[in-house]
T-cell receptor, first 114, second 116 residues
């Protein structure tokens, strides 16, 4: 079985400060990991993914995520937050060896305060 | 390039009514799926398809039917709507979810469904 947890329902950060949105996962094999963002009244948009290789993955809009196998985490980060980054962020995982579909986390609402 | 198109955007049903949510993609994607989004629960997979003529159940399939007669279309049918099916529904597509492929999901803009 595969699962993903986003421990924070809400993250608030001041504009210009660094932001982190947390994600931990559980798979029996090796993971494919993804971050998606949802703006109000819109569908989800792909931000970045980890398949193999470098543990630090760079994605769209200046976001990056760090894969940590020992902590089974894939936290989303950005060095300097913008008000326009305010949105709902979803982490997702797929077990490379066994699963055909993604499992999504419950989402974290990021609010960047001006 | 339209991407993934969902219709309708909004729908109100009475308990027991049936309806079909339409989803079409123009990217020649093999994989298509339906999710429902509920507050605090993220996205849950209803049904998915890995190609025309092939469908399978996801996490929450009860009360929903799907078919995939063409690569482009993947309609979701509610046979007898219940208030528990009030949700936002998203269709998504991707190239085939196989090892090592450059996979990412493309989502439609969603259908907000209320069942009274």
């Amino acid at each position: 079985a595969q699962s993903v947890a986003q421990p924070e329902d809400q993250v608030n950060v001041a504009e210009g400060n660094p932001l982190t949105v947390k994600c931990t996962y559980s798979v029996s094999g090796n993971p494919y990991l993804f971050w998606y963002v949802q703006y109000p009244n819109r569908g989800l948009q792909f931000l970045l993914k980890y398949i193999t290789g470098d543990n630090l993955v760079k994605g769209s809009y200046g976001f990056e995520a760090e894969f940590n196998k020992s902590q089974t985490s894939f936290h989303l980060k950005k060095p300097s937050a913008l008000v326009s980054d305010s949105a709902l962020y979803f982490c997702a995982v797929r077990d490379i060896g066994s699963a055909r579909q993604l499992t999504f986390g419950s989402g974290t609402q990021l609010t960047v305060l001006p | 390039n339209a991407g993934v198109t969902q219709t309708p955007k909004f729908q109100v049903l009475k308990t027991g009514q049936s309806m079909t949510l339409q989803c079409a993609q123009d990217m020649n994607h093999e994989y298509m799926s339906w999710y429902r989004q509920d507050p605090g629960m993220g996205l849950r997979l209803i049904h998915y398809s890995v190609g025309a003529g092939i469908t399978d159940q996801g996490e929450v399939p009860n009360g929903y039917n799907v078919s995939r007669s063409t690569t482009e279309d993947f309609p979701l049918r509610l046979l007898s709507a219940a208030p528990s099916q009030t949700s936002v529904y998203f269709c998504a597509s991707s190239r085939a979810l196989t090892r090592g492929t450059n996979e990412k999901l493309f989502f439609g803009s969603g259908t907000q469904l209320s069942v009274l």
